[in-house]
């Protein structure tokens, strides 16, 4: 049963553990399309009001205390869409951060990006290097945009870093560890993910953090990303809470 905002449990901080709060939470934000189709508007209208999910969770993940958020907003493969929505897409990480930067800036959000820069167009590479640059100092939530990734290009990039490494003579086969790969990936220097978090029913990862996700606690809801409201993250905080991680031990 789809499990819409106005039946969801009212779950709010209150019923959360303060010391066990997600360092490291990736979502990916689906359903866009799907919610505006259902109200008989166009998909674009779907992504429009994506954007004001992106405010919203970022501003409860800042509240709880998180410290990384990964949030993905166009893969490798989105560039296959009808040229229009790929165009109007591009605009939103510049039409968010004109209205939010300076929020996120009071907020000591530290904006990131996770993704391959030379296919973006300028004014989205420009807005979100502006936002970057102005927040690299921050110390609170790093909001990480995965803008044109794949966790396949990733990977073939950082094995091709270290087949470079073998060549020149600096690293023999045998020495190769999962250290020489995590620290060629786009996420060298953060924490893996410790949830990810999936809308709209879709079960499957699309591509994203296909390493970093490993040992990595999974919820998924059938509600639109456009729905998704900050108790539904908070019932997804919960139910992390919940689990017992093991990493294959016992
Ligand atoms: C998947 O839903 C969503 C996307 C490919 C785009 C996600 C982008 C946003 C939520 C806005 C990003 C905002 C900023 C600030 C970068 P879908 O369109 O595939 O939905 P569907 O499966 O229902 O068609």
Known sequence: MRAFFSKAPATT?????TENIPQHIAIIMDGNGRWAKSRGLPRM????????????????????????????????????????????????????????????????????????????????????????????????????????YGSRKEMIEAVRQIGYSVQAGDLQPDEIEESHLANHLLTAGMPDPDLLIRTSGELRLSNFMLWQLAYSEMWFTDVYWPEFAEEHFHEAIQEYQRRARRYGGL
């Open 13 to 17: 901080s209150q019923t959360l553990d």
């Open 45 to 148: 209208a779907g992504h429009h009001s994506g954007m004001k999910t992106v405010k919203r969770i970022t501003m409860a993940a800042e509240r709880l205390g998180v410290k990384y958020l990964t949030l993905y907003a166009f893969s490798t493969e989105n560039w296959k869409r009808p040229k229009a929505e790929v165009e109007f897409l591009m605009k939103l990480p510049q039409e968010f951060l004109s209205i939010e930067l300076n929020e996120l800036i009071e907020k000591n959000v530290q904006v990131r990006m996770m993704g391959y820069k030379g296919d973006l167009p300028d004014h989205t590479l420009h807005a979100v290097e502006e936002a970057i640059r102005k927040t690299a100092n921050n110390t609170g939530l790093v909001l990480n945009f995965a803008l044109n």
